[in-house]
Structures are given as structure tokens and as C-alpha cells.
């Protein structure tokens, strides 16, 4: 219903020169965006890590993503800022992620709907999202799927923010996300080539010895040499 009220308005509301580009959102898009889903979250939990929303993007297949197309890194940036998508949880719920691609692939700043259109959008959302929370809770809680392989226990968490208690967006997550990674991948290079130096210096410790060894004997057999000449 979300999804179709959003839909609505966007026909009502948008503009003839995007009517006539023919910018829209199926059934079939939803239905391709929801196997998509299925990839990264494949126990239908209807939660994905914050950090997974990436792949779920590459996954889908255009309006809702970029599958077949090739994007990169910093255009996959730039598609999920413009997602628009506030983060204030370690996961991302179906509803949040599939009305923001579906806002992004129609060019509807959801921000600058009616308060009234953002108000029901946002309640519809929290509604689905609080009630899949509640549905996993209840599975823990009862015990139902206790010594399944393959149950999911997620730990949802709430409260995200910035340092500075702002509001945090995919976008600069993914980016804090990246540049945490760069920044391990350079600490991880540098561990490997110091411990690549320390064993190659081992090494040439370990010739060294091994040579100075060898000439040691060779001075011990010369002297030995020369003292049985001496006393002979």
C-alpha cells in the first residue's frame, strides 16, 4: 500500500516531461528487486546489514539498480546518496530500501512531498519494520527454532549517529565504510611488509651465521694444519 500510495502520487504529481520519458516503476521491477533481495538476505528475515546494501544495489537489475550496467565505484556512491536514505540502525529493512530506490528511480525528493504523503510513507514503513522486529524477537524468544543450523539471530541495534550526534545517511556511512577500509587494507600491507623485511632480514642472519660458521672451521683446519707442520 506504501508503495502504491508513493506510486500514485508520483503519477499525479510529476511532471509531463518525466511522464513522457516514461520514468516508472513496475510490478515486474518490484518482483526483480525482490529476488535481488532474496540474494542478500536469504533467510527472509526482511533485514539486511547497512553494509550489504551495496551488493543489493549491483544485484538488482535497473530502475531499482545497476545489474548489467557498469558503475563505478564512485557512481555506486553517488546512487546511494542519492537514495537519500537516513541510517540510524545497523540493518536496513525491505520497505526503507525498496521506497527509497523506487523515490531514486522516479527522481522524487520524498523530502518535498506533502507532509502529509512523507507522514503516511514514513508510518507505513516504521509499522512493517517494527513488526518484522517483533516477529524475529518472538522466534528468539520462544525457543522455536532452537538447534536450527539455520536459523537467524540478528542484533538489531537503534540509536546510530554521527560524532557529533547528527543524523547519519548511507552515503556517508558507505564512504566512513570505505575509507575505515582503505585505512586496514594500508595497516594490513604495511604488517605483511614488515614481516616480509623481518623474515628476509632472519634470513640473511641465519646465511650469515651459517657462512661465518663455515670460516670459522676452515681457520680452525689452517691452524691445525700449520701446527702439525710446526711440529713436525
Known amino acids: 500500500?506504501?508503495?502504491?500510495?508513493?506510486?500514485?502520487?508520483?503519477?499525479d504529481n510529476f511532471?509531463?516531461?518525466?511522464?513522457?520519458?516514461?520514468?516508472t516503476v513496475t510490478d515486474d521491477d518490484i518482483a526483480a528487486f525482490a529476488v535481488a533481495w532474496?540474494?542478500?538476505?536469504?533467510?527472509?528475515?526482511?533485514?539486511?546489514?547497512v553494509t550489504r546494501v551495496a551488493t543489493l544495489i549491483k544485484?538488482?537489475?535497473?530502475?531499482?539498480?545497476?545489474?548489467?550496467?557498469?558503475?563505478?565505484?564512485?557512481?555506486?556512491?553517488?546512487?546511494?546518496?542519492?537514495?537519500?536514505?537516513k541510517v540510524e540502525s545497523n540493518y536496513m529493512h525491505y520497505q526503507d530500501v525498496l521506497q527509497a530506490v523506487t523515490a531514486r528511480a522516479m527522481g522524487i525528493n520524498i523530502e518535498q512531498l506533502p507532509i502529509q504523503v512523507q507522514t503516511v510513507l514514513e508510518v507505513g514503513k516504521v509499522r512493517k519494520r517494527l513488526t518484522a522486529e517483533k516477529r524475529l524477537k518472538e522466534q528468539r524468544a520462544s525457543g522455536s527454532n532452537v538447534g536450527d543450523p539455520?536459523?537467524?539471530?540478528?542484533?538489531?541495534?537503534?540509536?546510530m549517529a554521527g560524532v557529533d550526534g547528527e543524523e547519519l545517511d548511507l552515503a556517508h556511512l558507505c564512504a566512513v565504510e570505505r575509507i575505515q577500509a582503505a585505512f586496514r587494507g594500508r595497516q594490513a600491507r604495511r604488517?605483511?611488509?614488515?614481516?616480509?623485511?623481518?623474515?628476509?632480514?632472519?634470513?640473511?642472519?641465519?646465511?650469515?651465521?651459517?657462512?661465518l660458521g663455515h670460516v670459522q672451521e676452515l681457520m680452525r683446519s689452517v691452524e691445525e694444519d700449520q701446527r702439525r707442520r710446526c711440529a713436525g
Open 15 to 23: 511532471s509531463n516531461s518525466k511522464k513522457e520519458e516514461g520514468v
Open 38 to 49: 532474496s540474494k542478500v538476505d536469504p533467510r527472509a528475515t526482511g533485514f539486511i546489514p
Open 191 to 211: 604488517r605483511a611488509k614488515e614481516a616480509a623485511e623481518a623474515a628476509a632480514a632472519a634470513r640473511a642472519r641465519q646465511k650469515a651465521e651459517i657462512v
Open 150 to 159: 539455520d536459523a537467524v539471530h540478528l542484533e538489531i541495534t537503534h540509536g
Open 59 to 85: 544485484l538488482a537489475p535497473p530502475p531499482l539498480g545497476v545489474r548489467g550496467s557498469k558503475i563505478s565505484r564512485l557512481g555506486l556512491l553517488r546512487f546511494q546518496k542519492n537514495l537519500n536514505l
Open 1 to 11: 500500500v506504501t508503495l502504491n500510495l508513493l506510486i500514485a502520487v508520483v503519477l
